[in-house]
């Protein structure tokens, strides 16, 4: 802006190059947003399913064991399992420790078998499916709700499955690279295109035109991975916490962890 204003000097560029390359890394930022935001909404989408699949686990548990003599104890074990197998799940996917979470919610022989495996929400669910198959074999439950219950173990290995699938897929590196790249070139060229038009006016109208596509980049990368324990991120924690009180009140248990309440607005 300096050269062409004050000096003379003619470095301006016809806007129709420009505008070409503006128009391309539109098409390229909105394929790169929206596929972004088609694994955070899976991923939305895998943990509502688990919300609804633990509800009808504890469900079915209850109510198919109800005036079968069985004890009370042996199915708030399986439900309790449920909730562990819920918060290892939200553990394993941001990499964090479940064993303060879960030591709680199993018995301590169970719990010290358990934690040291590489897969825990994947043990837990095993357990859930030999005490589920135990109790159809002391005819606590009958072969029919047997297989229902173990329908919804199999929902909850696909949920996990789907979940490890997002986490463990990362975004295609030429999306990233090719985007970054080409925001960064139309940074440069846009105040040639413009300088002619504008004058001086030429740099906060560039700064503002590359600050949009810089920020619509960024959202891009901050909901393409939905388990990496940021602000933006599934609020996998919060949402455990939520089935561990459903849970347990279709139990009747009193003993409810108090909701966390949400910092700065944000709930992870």
Same mark, same amino acid.
Not at 208 to 231: G, H, M, Y
């Given at each position: 802006?300096?050269?062409?204003?004050?000096?003379?000097?003619?470095?301006?560029? *016809?806007?129709?190059?420009? *505008?070409?390359? !503006?128009?391309?890394?539109?098409?390229?930022?909105?394929?790169?947003?929206?596929?972004?935001? %088609?694994?955070?909404?899976?991923?939305?989408?895998?943990?509502?399913?688990?919300?609804?699949?633990?509800?009808?686990?504890?469900?079915?548990?209850?109510?198919?064991?109800?005036?079968?003599?069985?004890?009370?104890?042996?199915?708030? *074990? @399986?439900?309790?399992?449920?909730?562990?197998?819920?918060?290892?799940?939200?553990?394993?996917?941001?990499?964090?420790?479940?064993?303060?979470?879960?030591?709680?919610?199993?018995?301590?022989?169970?719990?010290?078998?358990?934690?040291?495996?590489?897969?825990? &929400? $994947?043990? @837990?669910?095993?357990?859930?499916?030999?005490?589920?198959?135990?109790?159809?074999?002391?005819?606590?439950?009958?072969?029919?709700?047997?297989?229902?219950?173990?329908?919804?173990?199999?929902?909850?290995?696909?949920? @996990?499955?789907?979940?490890?699938?997002?986490?463990?897929?990362?975004?295609?590196?030429?999306?990233?690279?090719?985007?970054?790249?080409?925001?960064? @070139?139309?940074?440069?060229?846009?105040?040639? !295109?413009?300088?002619?038009?504008?004058?001086?006016?030429?740099?906060?109208?560039?700064?503002?035109?590359?600050?949009?596509?810089?920020?619509?980049?960024?959202?891009?990368?901050?909901?393409?991975?939905?388990?990496?324990?940021?602000? $933006?991120?599934? &609020?996998?924690?919060?949402? *455990?916490?939520?089935?561990?009180?459903?849970?347990? %009140?279709?139990?009747?248990?009193?003993?409810?962890?108090?909701?966390?309440?949400?910092?700065?607005?944000?709930?992870?």
């Amino acid at each position: 802006a300096i050269l062409y204003t004050r000096y003379d000097v003619n470095i301006s560029v *016809s806007n129709t190059e420009i *505008s070409m390359l !503006g128009i391309a890394l539109s098409i390229l930022l909105r394929f790169r947003v929206s596929a972004a935001y %088609e694994r955070w909404w899976e991923a939305r989408r895998i943990w509502g399913a688990v919300v609804n699949n633990s509800r009808s686990f504890a469900r079915q548990v209850i109510t198919f064991s109800h005036d079968s003599g069985i004890e009370e104890e042996l199915v708030k *074990s @399986l439900v309790y399992r449920q909730i562990a197998f819920v918060h290892a799940m939200a553990c394993r996917l941001r990499q964090l420790d479940c064993a303060t979470l879960i030591k709680p919610l199993l018995y301590s022989d169970e719990y010290e078998q358990i934690i040291v495996k590489s897969h825990i &929400p $994947n043990l @837990l669910l095993l357990h859930n499916t030999y005490a589920v198959k135990q109790l159809q074999k002391d005819n606590h439950i009958t072969d029919f709700e047997l297989m229902r219950v173990e329908e919804t173990l199999y929902q909850l290995t696909d949920n @996990l499955g789907a979940a490890e699938r997002i986490k463990n897929t990362p975004f295609p590196v030429p999306y990233s690279y090719f985007t970054w790249l080409l925001v960064h @070139l139309f940074a440069i060229l846009i105040p040639f !295109g413009m300088v002619d038009a504008f004058g001086y006016l030429t740099i906060p109208v560039a700064l503002c035109a590359t600050f949009i596509f810089l920020i619509i980049d960024q959202i891009a990368v901050e909901i393409q991975d939905p388990f990496s324990n940021r602000e $933006n991120d599934i &609020p996998v924690s919060a949402i *455990s916490q939520n089935i561990e009180i459903d849970l347990k %009140e279709m139990m009747g248990d009193t003993n409810l962890p108090q909701k966390t309440a949400p910092e700065g607005g944000v709930l992870m």
